[in-house]
């Protein structure tokens, strides 16, 4: 692939792009960009950019101090731009705040929580983490960035397709 140059964006500086359809309709597709989403989201709403059955990617802005959640299966975290925190508490009780059959992440939105610090973990740009369960989460920003989460559609999934995706080719 000589020749191919990986271009890097970030909230300040990304290009929109685009999809390439060969003999096919570019509704099939869903297409967006993380960073524009993220851009025009509000802190830490978690926003499905991409979707396989039940399994979605959420973008969301990085910035402050977000609310707590859990998830009744492990989600993973990715950053994608700027420095962000993860904040893990082990819970006393998980059932109380998540039914162990449920799917995707829910808002806790407490600020003290029953349980064990499990510790914290300093995210930079390409870094990931797990969020395991049975375990709380937030996360703090001093300045906006851009998470990537793949988890399990659910309840805090915010769902902007018509708003966010490409419909036509480039």
């Known amino acids: 692939m000589e020749g191919v140059v990986t271009q890097f964006g970030s909230l300040k500086d990304y290009r929109k792009g685009g999809v390439e359809i060969i003999e096919d309709d570019p509704r099939n597709y869903v297409f967006s960009n993380v960073f524009e989403v993220a851009e025009g989201a509000e802190p830490y709403e978690r926003i499905a950019v991409g979707k396989n059955f039940e399994y979605v990617i959420e973008a969301a802005r990085a910035e402050g101090t977000s609310s707590w959640f859990t998830c009744a299966h ?97």
């Not at 893990?88 to 059932?95: A, N, S």
């Not at 914290?120 to 906006?144: E, N, V, W």
């Open 74 to 170: 492990d989600e993973f975290v990715l950053c994608l731009d700027g420095r962000t925190e993860v904040h893990l508490i082990k819970l006393d009780r998980p059932e109380d705040y998540v039914d162990p059959e449920s799917e995707g992440a829910v808002r806790i939105g407490e600020d003290t929580l029953p349980g064990r610090k499990m510790g914290r973990i300093s995210l930079g740009r390409g870094h990931m983490a797990a969020l395991p369960t049975g375990a709380a989460y937030r996360f703090h920003a001093d300045q906006p960035g851009v998470i990537l989460f793949q988890t399990i559609e659910g309840e805090v999934t915010v769902q902007k397709w018509a708003s966010i995706c490409q419909t036509e080719s480039v």
